[in-house]
């Protein structure tokens, strides 16, 4: 079993994308540890995307993060990080495959919907993040 960290990004909040989202990983059978709807601060920001903080796209990016409220989700599953990734689709909208949530529903990069952690060892860094220990079920 694994769980893994998955954002629904504002763009999918405003778009009323919740529960197309949410039914996705549940339809798979998939378990939902913890779910809050908040912003995402600034500070956070930096911390969760501290890969990318230098990159030229970063800026725009928490812009666009920390612009307006988010869900957070840990899910899990086996292999639930690598299925996670595999059901959201490829980084850029052009890429993703139909079928995925990026595929059937982002248009451009940044406004991509979904965030899912990339390994196990992201996937640990970010619940950390985002939930405390006795918030997962
Ligand atoms: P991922 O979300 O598929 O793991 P990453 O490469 O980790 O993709 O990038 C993090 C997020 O940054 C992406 O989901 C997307 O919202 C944004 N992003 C990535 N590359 C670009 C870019 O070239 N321009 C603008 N935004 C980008
Ligand atoms: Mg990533």
Known sequence: METTLVLIKPDAVKRRLIGEIVKRFEAKNLTIRAMKLMKMSSELADKHYAEHVQK???????????????????????????????????TKPAD???????????????????????????????????????ELV
């Open 56 to 90: 030229g796209f970063y800026g725009e990016l928490k812009a666009f993060m920390t612009g307006s409220p988010l869900v957070a989700l840990a899910v899990a599953g086996p292999d639930a990080v690598n299925l996670v990734r595999k059901m959201m689709g490829a």
């Open 96 to 134: 993703s495959a139909p079928g995925t949530i990026r595929g059937d529903f982002a248009l451009i990069v940044t406004e991509n919907l979904v965030h899912g952690s990339d390994s196990l060892d992201s996937a640990k860094r970010e619940l950390a993040l985002w939930f405390r220990e006795d």
